[in-house]
């Protein structure tokens, strides 16, 4: 039976490979914004955080996956085909100049892409790769991301 929108309520989960990303929007500099298209061939179900990872540059075997720390409640987002929705990744800012450093004393990690996935594939195992839309890098301090749960944004 349709729900909200004409989608079904009976939708699978959605998986790796049906889903598209946009790439990741700076929002500011420590947060990106990330929107995954539903590439069919059926409607789908979001529900949760992402999985994310530092891209192994080559190799899905050497991707380092990140802990996510999920940031308010996560409802089930029905995507019909070529639905959207989005989720937001803070990182914990390198402050300072040219070499940058970690408030924590830890080094910085800076990487050209992620990988960031749905559902239960790990942060290891799939996703799409995304570089910063400004064609910039990804700059963290630790191992932690903190994610909005995925909502729905509209065709």
Same mark, same amino acid.
């Given at each position: 039976?349709?729900?909200?929108?004409?989608?079904? &309520? &009976?939708?699978?989960?959605?998986?790796?490979?049906?889903?598209?990303?946009? /790439?990741?929007?700076?929002?500011?500099? &420590?947060?990106?914004?990330?929107?995954?298209?539903?590439?069919? =061939?059926?409607?789908?179900?979001?529900?949760?955080?992402p999985t994310v990872a530092l891209a192994g540059q080559g190799s899905p075997h050497r991707n380092t996956p990140l802990h996510v720390v999920g940031q308010g409640p996560a409802r089930a987002v029905t995507l019909a085909v070529g639905g959207r929705a989005s989720t937001e990744l803070a990182f914990t800012p390198v402050l300072?100049?040219? /070499?940058?450093?970690?408030? &924590? /004393?830890?080094?910085?990690?800076?990487? =050209?892409?992620?990988?960031?996935?749905?559902?239960?594939?790990?942060?290891?195992?799939?996703?799409?790769?995304?570089? =910063?839309?400004d064609g910039g890098r990804f700059a963290l301090c630790g191992a932690t991301v903190h994610a909005t749960a995925f909502r729905g944004s509209g065709s």
């Open positions: 039976m349709p729900g909200p929108g004409g989608w079904s &309520s &009976s939708a699978a989960p959605c998986a790796n490979e049906q889903l598209i990303a946009d /790439g990741a929007r700076r929002v500011d500099g &420590s947060r990106v914004r990330i929107t995954v298209i539903n590439d069919g =061939p059926a409607p789908c179900v979001l529900k949760g955080f300072g100049e040219a /070499g940058g450093y970690c408030a &924590s /004393g830890a080094e910085p990690t800076v990487v =050209p892409s992620l990988v960031v996935g749905v559902g239960g594939g790990g942060a290891g195992g799939g996703g799409s790769q995304l570089a =910063p839309d």
